[in-house]
């Protein structure tokens, strides 16, 4: 599993590959949703992230998992986000939240917490 292990800074992405025991840096406008089978649009509730040294991907749901919930949460915040210009961190939290419900039936697990524009 490729998953992130934090944030060098606002933009960039700090990622560990398990399985290859290796990581590195992915830039936030290079992280990828998926596309939906049935029409074409993103699916914004997954969050595929790709390996920046051998280029293997992982997909993440909006809900986090196992021990990288909170950066994989921050990780689909910040991508959100980054779909579409002007759009608040606050708006961007908002649907990210709604999505996770949306999958898990409660917000029992969204650990992002105080996330603000610009962190």
């Known amino acids: 599993m490729i998953r992130p292990t934090g944030w060098k800074d606002p933009k960039t992405l700090e990622v560990w590959h398990d ?4 990581g590195g840096e992915v830039d936030l406008k290079d992280l990828v949703f998926p596309k939906d089978v ?10 595929t992230l790709a390996c920046p040294v051998c280029a293997a991907t992982s997909w ?3 809900t986090g998992d196992g021990s990288s919930r909170a950066e994989v949460q921050k990780m689909v915040v910040k991508a959100i986000q980054g779909k579409a210009p002007g759009r608040t961190m606050a708006q961007a939290k908002a649907l990210a939240r709604a999505l996770l419900v949306q999958q898990d039936g409660s917000a029992d697990r969204w650990e992002v917490g105080d996330l603000v524009e610009g962190a």
Not at 19 to 22: I, V
Not at 38 to 47: K, P, T
């Open 19 to 22: 399985e290859a025991n290796h």
């Open 38 to 47: 049935r029409g074409g649009g993103d699916m914004l509730s997954y969050l």
């Open 60 to 62: 993440h749901p909006v």
